[in-house]
Nanobody, 127 residues
Framework: QVQLVESGGGLVQAGGSLRLSCEASGRTFSRYTMGWFRQVPGKEREFVAAISGTGGTTYYVDSVKGRFAISRDNIKNTVYLQMNNLKPEDTAVYYC????????????????????WGQGTQVTVSS
C-alpha cells in the first residue's frame, strides 16, 4: 500500500511558475512509475507526465512539453512537477499517482494504469 500526499498548488498569473510535490509512504518508492494527472469539472482525468522508477525516462502530453518537467528523488520518496509559463488552460486539480504496471513510461499514460492516487491539489492560473 502506498499513500501519496500532494502539495504546492495555488493561484498564479499566466506566465508564472509553480512546483508541485508528491510525497509517498513506504520503502519501495523506486519500484513505481510515477505520474501526474489533472482534471477539471465535467471532464475525464487527463495524463500530464510520467517518470520511470529510476528517473531516467520521462514522458509528457504534448500540451505541456517544453513547459513542465517531472522529476523524482528516491531518497526523499518524492516526485515533483515543475510547471513554467503557465496558461489559464492549465487550471485544474492535479493528482499524482503510482503505477506497478510493467511497461515503458510511454505506455503508462492511462488513469487505469495507476494503482494509487493522491488527494489532489488545485492549480489556478489567472489571465
Amino acid at each position: 500500500q502506498v499513500q501519496l500526499v500532494e502539495s504546492g498548488g495555488g493561484l498564479v498569473q499566466a506566465g508564472g511558475s509553480l512546483r508541485l510535490s508528491c510525497e509517498a509512504s513506504g520503502r519501495t518508492f523506486s519500484r513505481y512509475t510515477m505520474g501526474w494527472f489533472r482534471q477539471v469539472p465535467g471532464k475525464e482525468r487527463e495524463f500530464v507526465a510520467a517518470i520511470s522508477g529510476t528517473g531516467g525516462t520521462t514522458y509528457y502530453v504534448d500540451s505541456v512539453k517544453g513547459r513542465f518537467a517531472i522529476s523524482r528523488d528516491n531518497i526523499k520518496n518524492t516526485v515533483y512537477l515543475q510547471m513554467n509559463n503557465l496558461k489559464p488552460e492549465d487550471t485544474a486539480v492535479y493528482y499524482c499517482a503510482a503505477s506497478t504496471k510493467w511497461a515503458s513510461v510511454s505506455a503508462t499514460v492511462s488513469a487505469r494504469d495507476y494503482n494509487y492516487w493522491g488527494q489532489g491539489t488545485q492549480v489556478t492560473v489567472s489571465s
